[in-house]
């Protein structure tokens, strides 16, 4: 079945520092991949998406990029700032799937000043 | 612009003690999903409706049930709340079917006591 697998956290940074969390999935045909952010005690926010092989996904400075060849969407930031600190959910979607989102463990990423 | 509302935002309620929480959404979506979600674990998908259509996990336990009286609520009930239970649940919306982004709410945080 459909699987997605991310870097186990806590990854701890300083301010300015370069982020990258990866994340690598197996699925069945051809699915849309998907970063999602959960913000202390909120729920879900959709953080950006890429729907097929070499699209790439940007908003809030952050970007992945649909590696269908490494199947991967590994998730990067240049200057990570304290706000950006969350857990991230990679995730991906297959109508195969039944319609469902299939989630990673989740990161989480702690920012100090 | 709220679009998907959760309702309490935070519950406690008493071992075996039956509760609903709530979900709306301004957004006409015909698809409305119930997660939960355990100490920022993955969320784990509970049920979905895709419009009055009922779809429970396979290992969704028989204590959670849920209702959608119309296009814009959805309600869970936990009709016997156990410690267990204790998590975090989200309410999620999909414009249709085989529309993969989901737009989630903020969260119910569930106690039991």
């Known amino acids: 079945g459909d699987s997605v697998t991310q870097m186990e956290g806590p990854v701890t940074l300083s301010e300015e520092a370069f982020l990258t969390i990866n994340c690598t999935y197996t699925?069945?045909?051809?699915?849309?991949l998907f970063w999602y952010v959960q913000y202390p005690g909120e729920g879900l926010q959709l953080l950006l998406k890429a729907t097929k092989a070499d699209d790439k996904g940007s908003n809030k400075g952050f970007e992945a990029t649909y590696r269908k060849e490494t199947t991967s969407f590994h998730l990067e930031k240049g200057s990570v700032q304290v706000s950006d600190s969350a857990v991230y959910f990679c995730?991906?979607?297959?109508?195969?799937?039944?319609?469902?989102?299939?989630f990673g463990g989740g990161t989480r990423v702690l920012v100090k000043p | 612009d709220a679009m998907v509302i959760q309702n309490p935002r935070y519950q406690v309620t008493q071992f075996g003690k039956p509760v609903t929480l709530s979900c709306s959404q301004t957004l006409n979506h015909n698809v409305m999903y119930w997660y939960q979600q355990k100490s920022s674990q993955a969320p784990k998908l509970l049920f979905h409706?895709?419009?009055?259509?009922?779809?429970n996990e396979a290992d969704t336990p028989d204590n959670f049930q849920s209702r959608r009286p119309n296009t814009s609520f959805c309600f869970l009930d936990i009709r016997s709340p156990g410690l267990g239970d204790a998590a975090m649940y989200l309410c999620a919306t999909t414009p249709g079917w085989g529309q993969e982004t989901q737009y989630f709410g903020p969260g119910t945080r569930l106690l039991v006591l």
């Open positions: 995730a991906l979607f297959t109508p195969a799937a039944g319609n469902k989102l299939t």
């Open positions: 409706y895709y419009d009055k259509d009922f779809n």
């Open positions: 699925a069945t045909g051809y699915p849309s």
